[in-house]
């Protein structure tokens, strides 16, 4: 069964609407963790398979720079009390009815500045609208919207820890059915093909506790593939057990009974009706291949966020303890189904010197076994000098690097 709320439209003066909101600050639900603990950081990293012993051994960590855990980088998308608690009544009417509602809404990418580490005992506040939208022709599902949020972090000295911009595609469930572009098959697996992929497992390299100095890295360098996979419902229920559901998702998007049905009065358009007529879960397209077809795709997909933790894994993994992922710049082109197998690749592609900061660029892209990139990206990567010594923190928070949210960086952040 289908409703109208559930098979919306893109319309101009909807486009028109919810550009109005734009600037407005927008109150949050509250974050999958207020405050930043030991095994709230290990459950995060175990969540996308992450297995380097800086997020999860005490004891390994307290023997490095960092003198005790820190959180991996994607952790702050998980964090976040909303600064904003209900959002002025001037600013809600000049908000009113552009939310494309029914319209489908896809996780395209993020655009993350690193400021800060991330400690047990952490607490951050989030700030968080609507920073832009625009208009695009999609290949696959005809025109598409385009909405940029940003979600700005702030750790509870006041410092600015991260800002991310958030790229949603909204498009039309009808018309993604009608071009089926992404038609395929749900892979199957020998047991020779599986043996290679534990092989590869096998092969995961954690740079560690020795430092990657700056001087040593050259333009062209490979980074160590990351493999993860086949892709699974296990595989999707267990990151949300340890990111929840980060911007710019919603969290009551994945409750239930009392929660979900106060939530789905104000919202019906997050929990559409099943084909059995009560409603569930729009985020189940992530689990459910029934949804996932409705959406025009052929089985369930993976969490958009989850594919760009991994992308930030095989950084981690090769920048070692006393590097600091500075950008992660990562778009998902491609679905990742049930069934897809992933490596995680990275190239060196420009070491400079700015401000201070010895940089390492880096290419990076998730390759499927059908042998396609699913998403890819830039990183920027602060490694220690043999020169300069360690990475300095918090680092400066440079001229465009905030949309909306100029207010809130402190005069000892920003840089020139």
Not at 18 to 25: F, P, Q, S, T
Request: aromatic share 10%.
């Amino acid at each position: 069964m289908t409703s109208s709320v559930d098979e919306g439209r893109i319309t101009d003066e909807g486009i028109a609407a919810l550009r109005h909101r734009i600037g407005v600050e927008i109150p949050r639900e509250p974050p999958w963790y207020s405050v930043a603990t030991e095994d709230a950081i290990r459950n995060f990293a175990e969540g996308y398979g992450d297995i380097n012993p800086l997020w999860s051994d005490p004891d390994y960590a307290r023997q490095t720079r960092w003198q005790g855990v820190i959180a991996p980088p994607m952790f702050m998308l998980s964090m976040g009390i909303s600064e904003a608690k209900e959002i002025p009544e001037e600013l809600r009417r000049r908000g009113a009815g552009g939310g494309l509602p029914g319209v489908h809404a896809f996780y395209s990418g993020d655009d993350i500045k690193f400021y800060q580490v991330i400690r047990p005992g952490d607490r951050l506040t989030l700030r968080y609208a609507l920073a832009d939208v625009q208009v695009k022709e999609s290949a696959f599902a005809g025109r598409s919207v385009h909405e940029i949020y940003e979600a700005l972090y702030r750790n509870q000295r006041g410092e600015v820890v991260g800002v991310c911009h958030h790229l949603i595609i909204r498009t039309e469930r009808s018309a993604a059915r009608q071009r089926g572009k992404y038609q395929i098959e749900v892979q199957r697996y020998s047991n020779e093909e599986m043996q290679r992929i534990y092989e590869w497992y096998d092969r995961e390299e954690i740079r560690g506790s020795v430092p990657r100095f700056w001087e040593d890295v050259a333009v062209g360098d490979e980074l160590v593939p990351v493999i993860k996979g086949p892709y699974t419902h296990t595989s999707g229920l267990r990151y949300l057990m340890g990111a929840g559901m980060p911007p710019p998702a919603a969290r009551y998007w994945v409750h239930t009974h009392s929660v979900m049905h106060r939530y789905r009065k104000k919202h019906p358009g997050a929990y559409p009706l099943t084909p059995e007529g009560f409603p569930d879960s729009v985020a189940r397209v992530h689990w459910d291949h029934e949804l996932a077809r409705r959406a025009g795709l052929p089985a369930y997909y993976d969490f958009g966020a989850e594919r760009i933790a991994w992308l930030a894994h095989v950084v981690t993994n090769w920048m070692g303890d006393d590097g600091f992922l500075r950008r992660l710049k990562a778009r998902v082109i491609r679905f990742n189904y049930y069934g897809d197998t992933h490596w995680l690749k990275g190239k060196v592609t420009d070491k400079t010197i700015v401000d201070g900061e010895y940089r390492v660029e880096l290419a990076l892209r998730a390759e499927n076994q059908r042998g396609e990139c699913t998403a890819e990206g830039e990183a920027t990567v602060l490694l220690p000098s043999r020169a300069a010594g360690p990475v300095s923190l918090p680092a400066k928070v440079r001229p465009g690097e905030v949309l909306v949210f100029h207010d809130s960086v402190p005069e000892h952040q920003k840089g020139g």
